[in-house]
């Protein structure tokens, strides 16, 4: 006879109860949504033809589709016809003609940093797995566990820290005043800063504000980092979209790299060539000697090999057709050309939009933003009666996507916004 004390016994009615009771994740709490991610959910649920989606920081055309650029189309035309072509693995550190030719991008063809091999970049996906990649190698080789972000800053940009294990402070960026650069609260902040703190700076078209510092501005700001000896962590997400030139928007990493000091460079060709969905991005740090430069390489494989072992061929393939190739590389800089200038487009027609209906404020901020974005200014309340009255969905923080206006849908904008700042001052 079996005893109700034998263990196999226990064991199987464990087990038979485990079966029948709740799920072995029931203790998992629900997340809550990603804010940006929500708003484009709630603007797909919207059945109405007047409704407008100027949250997710997508390039649009004039007609509210995304842009394939058709020097994009070209490279992989070249690259379909290619019969050495093939889907094998790339290295850990990807595709050495994309590192290569991305690193010139962002510090020119004649950086003494590269041509002294200083520099070492890999491939990753995109900015935001450059950015993972760049905390974690901080977090595990740095002396220094403070990183310093602009208040605001890109919404997912934290997470890539705390997740590493560092510790996070801010410093004074946007001023909700002159709803331009608090340029002397930054400044502050960064002296303020315990030496050898990161500081992670948007390289051009700061995510979410649309402004950026002078060239002036970016002179000090290197000085007193150096100074500081603190770490500059650049982001550059959107070279080419400011100027609509890739040298000039590329002038403030320049700066730092040309001093000789040390940075870390995130860079990803989502916005700039249109690649969103083929996650092509570099992580680059610039060293003081080349045999840094190759010991840190060393350490990034061993964080890559567990994380996605090595990344995908295609969008780098892409980028790097158009990079080496003369003619295609021309074309690519007109189509960005193109693009900047719709942007300043669409500033413009918001703007004379808000003068033409004598809307309360001053408006002349939408001018002098840059980039993807504009802050408008607009309060979460008003903003929430947008979306009641008018369909429009965008940020609660008030960022507008200036690329998902049109020349007709500009009005039905300026009509709420008129709107909501009159009811809801």
């Known amino acids: 006879m079996e005893s109700e004390n034998d263990p196999d016994r226990r064991e199987e009615t464990s087990m038979t109860q485990h079966c029948g009771a709740e799920s072995a994740f029931a203790r998992v709490p629900r997340a809550p949504e990603v804010p940006v991610y929500a708003v484009m959910a709630a603007c797909s649920r919207d059945p109405s033809p007047v409704k407008l989606n100027l949250g997710m920081g997508v390039y649009r055309t004039e007609d509210g589709k995304p842009l394939l650029l058709n020097v994009v189309k070209k490279a992989e035309e070249l690259l379909f016809s290619d019969p050495s072509a093939n889907k094998e693995y790339l290295p850990i550190t990807g595709l050495a003609e994309f590192r290569e030719l991305s690193a010139k991008l962002i510090f020119g063809t004649d950086s003494p ?3 002294e091999n200083r520099v070492t970049t890999v491939q990753c996906l995109s900015g935001t797995g450059s950015l993972r990649i760049g905390a974690d190698f901080l977090a595990k080789y740095y002396y220094q566990s403070t ?4 208040e605001p800053t890109y919404g997912n940009h934290p997470n890539f820290f705390i997740v590493a294990g ?4 801010t410093y004074r960026y946007y001023d909700p005043v002159t709803r331009g650069l608090d340029f002397q609260g930054f400044l502050e902040d960064l002296a303020s800063a315990p030496p050898g703190a990161i ?11 649309g402004v950026d510092p002078t060239v002036e501005q970016w002179e000090e700001i290197r000085q007193i980092i150096r100074s500081k000896g603190l770490l500059p962590f650049f982001d ?3 070279q080419g979209f400011v100027s609509g030139s890739l040298e000039d928007d590329a002038r ?6 040309a001093d000789g000091g040390e940075c870390l460079v995130v860079q990803s060709y989502s916005k700039n060539m249109g690649l969103y969905g083929e996650r092509v991005g570099a992580l680059s740090v610039v060293c003081k000697t080349a045999d840094v430069a190759t010991r840190i390489e060393s350490q990034l494989k061993l964080l890559i090999r567990p994380m996605y072992s090595n990344p995908p061929i295609h969008g780098a393939a892409i980028a790097a057709a158009i990079l080496k190739d003369r003619n295609l590389f021309s074309e690519w800089t007109l189509e960005l050309e193109t693009m900047t200038k719709r942007l300043t487009c ?10 033409e209906r004598g809307t309360p404020g001053d ?20 903003i929430a009666f947008m979306t009641r009255e008018f369909h429009i969905y965008m940020s609660s923080d008030g960022r507008i996507n200036m690329a998902g206006l049109s020349t007709n849908t500009v009005p039905h904008l300026a009509n709420a916004i008129h709107a909501a700042v009159t009811l809801i001052p």
């Open 166 to 169: 560092l510790c996070l402070r």
């Open 113 to 115: 940093a590269i041509k």
């Open 363 to 382: 408006w002349t901020h939408i001018l002098k933003h840059v980039g993807l974005f504009t802050f408008s200014g607009l309060k979460e309340e008003q």
């Open 236 to 238: 550059c997400a959107y």
């Open 346 to 355: 669409m500033r413009e027609q918001l703007f004379d939009a808000l003068h």
């Open 199 to 209: 500081v992670l700076l948007h390289a051009c078209a700061h995510n979410p504000t």
């Open 147 to 150: 990183v310093y972000l602009p």
């Open 252 to 257: 403030a990493v320049r700066k730092f790299v």
